[in-house]
């Protein structure tokens, strides 16, 4: 992988902060300058050492009264000299309603049952910070913590783009949709431990080890957070649970389903008991998996099982449920939702291949950009009021304004509202202003029907995407898709394909996966282009295949 030269990194990093926090000088140089200084190098792991400590975490889990049927095989696997894997595979069929894990609430490291609680609750540190507090200081007692075993069984960190270093983030993510929003979250991160965490290092409440909480701990917390974290209820919040964040993700195919057991008074009962939280864990293993030579033998039915799990009304345990059947040796996914690659890769760091959650942004700003290269700003402006007024919008994500293409490159109307509008000739779309002033609020009529040329509705939902794809419109679609291609730079689509086929996933993790996220992306605006050519019936060029030779590109024509 290529990169700044090392000599010139701290100008490279002080130039890029100074483009994407110019609300803070020098935030992107700070960061980098805390991270430079690694973790302790993690461990290196031997097959017999990953066994042991599954061992030690049986063990733990059966003296924390966690549960779990010995149909289930808990097989680990080393994957690298610094890096486990542990997925859990069925050792008999299982079947829709078997319940296959109890889990105490009390088992789950929390806010609420850190030892750092006190010092937590009195700094009125919630969320992600108070959960990143604790498991820094449970991390920080080692042996001493009653979460020592499980703990260990878990990685130094979670590879989330969160903790790659600015150059790599650069040179990755250059285009996708994580490009700014993961510089933006450093930012921010780095923040919250300037301004929260760092103080703590001075209380009188405990003796904290600074080498525990340092800006390299911080985060290294939050990347365990963010891919292994599960939501329980209001009292007790979300937080980390054993052995529920062992099952790997699989989109759309849930087999188990985590749960928490309802009840009428369980925040009065949890608080008098001094019951602990809970988290709705999310799982960010999906590397390849060997099985455990320690487990239990394959080859036995249900009716062999040593105990059977039945479902208990107890609010203060959490159950894994069966919601599909699996046939024995075959893994047992939990599923994270229906999440496309951006979001996989942002919060678990992972990606899959031919994800049918994917999607593309274009931005509000690329529209008008696009509309201020044809006409004056002042139309651009008039034509974007009155989209708004017919009670139009983009998606919101802070300060932008985007509108989604899906997987199979099709635009939201919203957008394709805009452009017609952005396209109308002048009369046309005096006649809908008049027919709108004449109206007033859209929203205390929505009956009215207002029409342009063509006798085209304009109501929300009532809009026809067909009558809305004119040729106009649809050229317009094709120069908004090569401007989005135009982010990921002179490599075209083949160019990426061809890096992922040369690209060893176990060794260049961070590059496969985002490879997978930039053809994904790519691939979508290719089938954009389609979807507006057919709309048309126009010749559009295949520029997903080579955006560097447009000369030797074939025409494709519907």
Known sequence: M???????????????????????????????????????????????????????????????????????????????????????????????????????????????????????????????????????????????????????????????????????????????????????????????????????????????????????????????????????????????????????????????????????????????????????VIDGDDEPIAQDSHSEKDGFSVGDMESSLTSEDDPRVLEMIMIKDVKAGAEVFNTYGSLGNAALLHRYGFTELDNPFDIVNIDLELVLQWSSSLFSCRHSRRRLSLWRKLDYSGCGSQNSEYFEISFDGEPEVDLLVLLYIMLLPEEAYNELDLALSAVGNLKKSPNSCFTGKGNLLFIKGSVSKNLLLTKDVCVALLSLADSREAFYGLSSLDDDTRSLKECCRATEYKLYHSLILRISERRILKKLRCYAAAGARIPTTAKGANFKEKSEEKMIWF
């Not at 498991?135 to 920080?140: A, D, L, R, V």
């Open 2 to 280: 290529r990169g700044p030269a090392v000599d010139t990194l701290d100008n490279y990093l002080r130039n890029r902060a100074a483009l994407y926090f110019s609300y803070w000088p020098s935030v992107a140089f700070k960061i980098n300058s805390h991270l430079r200084t690694p973790l302790a190098a993690p461990p290196q792991y031997t097959s017999m050492a990953a066994t042991r400590r599954m061992r030690a975490f049986k063990r733990w889990m059966k003296c924390q009264g966690i549960e779990f049927t010995v149909a289930l095989n808990l097989a680990i696997a080393t994957v690298a000299p610094q890096s486990i894997s542990v997925s859990v595979k069925a050792l008999c069929d299982l079947q829709v309603g078997d319940v296959v894990a109890r889990i105490p609430k009390q088992s789950c490291l929390t806010v609420k049952t850190s030892g750092a609680h006190q010092l937590i609750e009195e700094s009125q540190l919630g969320g992600y910070l108070g959960l990143s507090v604790a498991i820094m200081y449970e991390k920080s007692l080692g042996p001493q913590s009653p979460w020592f075993q499980y703990l260990q069984l878990l990685p130094p960190i979670e590879p989330i783009p969160l903790l790659w270093s600015f150059p790599e983030i650069d040179f990755l993510l250059s285009g996708t949709e994580l490009h700014k929003i993961i510089k933006e979250d450093k930012a921010l991160v780095y923040e919250d431990w300037k301004e929260c965490i760092e103080p703590l290092l001075g209380s009188a409440l405990l003796e904290l080890n600074p080498e525990f909480f340092s800006v390299q701990e911080y985060f290294a917390a939050r990347s365990l957070i963010s891919s292994r974290s599960f939501e329980i209820d209001k009292y007790h919040g979300f937080g980390m649970v054993p052995l529920a964040d062992l099952f790997n993700h699989k989109t759309a195919a849930e087999d188990v389903h985590f749960t928490a057991v309802s009840s009428h008074s369980e925040s009065d009962n949890d608080a008098d008991n001094d019951n602990r939280d809970f988290d709705d």
